[in-house]
């Protein structure tokens, strides 16, 4: 049998401790010397990156050229994508609003706008083959857009509630007042004929009365934003700013009676 | 005749970024007239029977996409066909600078004319939108034909 002797026992006990301490020593001494060899190999580094940028210059160059046409595909790609996505939530919204809403109606997209300055017109791609007449309401999720002016088979022309030949009859919602709401071909319309000392006030919201038999009652036009006296002084005229952004409708709800 | 066809072709195409792509390069809610510079050019570059039947066309184009029922475009376009000619028999007009001056003159006749028979109309168009569309329209008319003029030039050699 194998038999420790005293002394041979003395010598690998102290053994272990010293591999103990020198190990334990080491692991101290590790993160300084790291430390210290930090600047040559980040210095060896950079002269072995630099080095490898020359001898492989060719190679690097391909890369980068494959690289940045990779960088040009998604970058249309991501642009497509958020497009995408946005149409999507104005279709949502467009689909949720004509599931809601009580009208029949037929969604189109726009595909022109007036050429001139002096009238404010969308052309849609629907026409009378998918049912759209002339004098049909035309609307968003957010409110009334317009009427139809003219249809052709396959397209229709829209003009819009800022066009100054175009009025709808309007009812303030709080106060119960009528008036007529008429564009300007600016951004705002102007409620005429409201009687002298109409109750309005600024923030009041405008619907469509539904007098006129092409628009449902109750449709949103806008809010007021300034009220004043008529030139004339026998009526008052109120501002109002459209719930619809008319300048980029780019889909809207054609109304069927 | 090719070179009609082309000119045909070309009002068509500047009609076409009217409708659509000029919506996006608009100022103070106002956009160049491209179609007005087409009759500035069919006029100094065709003989008047030719001239005005462009202007014709490119007054037809755009009456088809506006909202009034009169053809007023279809009138005035070549009614201003017409004074250019007037102009152009009385002085040479060579220098391309002087023909885009031409520009402005006639947008601002146009849209006065334009701006006078709607306010007769009844609409309700302030003073100062009436003078927006006329003054602006007229500067960014004049600012975007020399290129036109430029991108045109091929057609007539």
């Not at chain 1, 790609?77 to 999507?88: C, D, G, H």
């Not at chain 2, 100022?27 to 069919?42: E, G, N, T």
């Not at chain 2, 220098?95 to 007769?120: D, K, M, R, W, Y």
């Amino acid at each position: 049998m194998f038999k420790l002797e005293k002394k041979n026992l003395i010598i690998l006990v102290v053994t272990c401790l010293v591999i103990v301490i020198a190990a334990s020593i080491v692991t101290a001494f590790r993160a300084p010397f790291l430390n210290t060899l930090n600047p040559p190999l980040s210095l060896l580094t950079l002269m072995k990156r630099e080095f490898s940028g020359y001898v492989f210059y060719r190679r690097n160059m391909i890369e980068n050229e494959r690289l940045k046409k990779q960088v040009d595909f998604l970058r249309s790609q991501v642009n497509l994508s958020t497009e995408i996505a946005q149409e999507n939530v104005r279709l949502k919204e467009l689909l949720s609003f004509k599931q809601k809403t009580p009208y029949r109606s037929i969604a189109a997209r726009v595909i022109g706008r007036s050429p001139d300055s002096w009238s404010s017109v969308i052309i849609i791609d629907k026409g009378t083959h998918h049912g759209i007449r002339q004098g049909m309401a035309a609307m968003t999720y957010l409110g009334i857009a317009g009427r139809v002016v003219e249809a052709s088979l396959f397209t229709s022309k829209i003009m819009l509630i800022n066009d100054p030949n175009l009025g709808v009859s309007a009812i303030v919602q709080r106060s119960r007042q009528e008036g007529l709401a008429a564009g300007t071909l600016g951004s705002n319309l102007i409620m005429r004929y409201l009687p002298d000392g109409a109750d309005i006030k600024e923030g009041d919201t405008v619907v469509t009365s539904g007098l006129n038999e092409v628009y449902p009652k109750g449709i949103l036009i806008g809010t007021i934003i300034d009220a004043g006296k008529e030139f004339s002084g026998l009526s008052t005229y109120a501002l109002i700013r459209p719930a619809v952004n008319l300048s980029n409708i780019e889909e809207v709800l054609v109304v069927f009676p | 005749m090719k070179k009609k066809w082309i000119f045909l072709g070309i009002i068509a195409a500047l009609g076409a970024l009217q409708l659509t792509f000029l919506e996006y390069f608009k100022i103070f809610h106002v956009k160049p007239d491209l179609l007005l510079i087409a009759v500035v050019i069919a006029t100094l570059k065709f003989d008047f029977r030719d001239a005005l039947i462009f202007s014709v066309f490119a007054g037809f184009f755009k009456d088809c996409f506006v909202a009034g029922t009169l053809g007023l475009n279809t009138l005035l376009f070549p009614l201003w066909c017409y004074l250019i000619f007037i102009i152009t028999h009385q002085f040479t007009i060579e220098e391309e600078l002087f023909q885009v001056a031409l520009v402005p003159i006639v947008v601002i006749l146009h849209n006065t004319v334009t701006g006078f028979i709607i306010v007769s109309q009844g609409a309700a168009v302030t003073f100062g939108i009436f003078l927006r569309i006329t003054i602006v329209e007229a500067v960014v008319t004049t600012l975007v034909s020399p290129l036109i003029f430029r991108i045109t030039k091929p057609a007539f050699y």
